[in-house]
Nanobody, 125 residues
Framework: QVQLVESGGGSVQAGGSLRLSCAASGATWTYNYMGWFRQAPGKEREGVAGIHVVGATSYYADSVKGRFTISRDNAKNTVYLQMNTLNTEDTAMYYC??????????????????WGQGTQVTVSS
């Protein structure tokens, strides 16, 4: 089993920045990809960014390209999501996930077996 704990959410004004963290523990050898998903009220959950735990491959949704950056610290089993130039459309619950991403676009939830509880990001105008 894998446990994922997110942190770093909060409230920020449009144009601001936040950094989310996701610390993994447990059977970390059972996955090779970590991702961030988000779900806004009344909308489906969508993949935002992902990163391979060993290689250099990463994924970004078109809506966040150039604004969000995903990175990892393997020594800490932690993945980060740096979010810059936030806008009100980024308001959502953000979830960390771990699994084996198959490369489909957009990044599907079904590729990810383990999920965190989520952290809220609220962007005000």
């Amino acid at each position: 089993q894998v446990q994922l704990v997110e942190s770093g959410g909060g409230s920020v004004q449009a144009g601001g920045s936040l950094r989310l963290s996701c610390a993994a523990s447990g059977a970390t050898w059972t996955y090779n990809y970590m991702g961030w998903f988000r779900q806004a009220p009344g909308k489906e959950r969508e993949g935002v960014a992902g990163i391979h735990v060993v290689g250099a491959t990463s994924y970004y949704a078109d809506s966040v390209k150039g604004r969000f950056t995903i990175s990892r610290d393997n020594a800490k089993n932690t993945v980060y999501l740096q979010m810059n130039t936030l806008n009100t459309e980024d308001t959502a619950m953000y979830y960390c996930a771990a699994g084996r991403y198959g490369g489909r676009i957009p990044m599907p939830e079904s590729d990810f077996r383990y999920w965190g509880q989520g952290t809220q990001v609220t962007v005000s105008s």
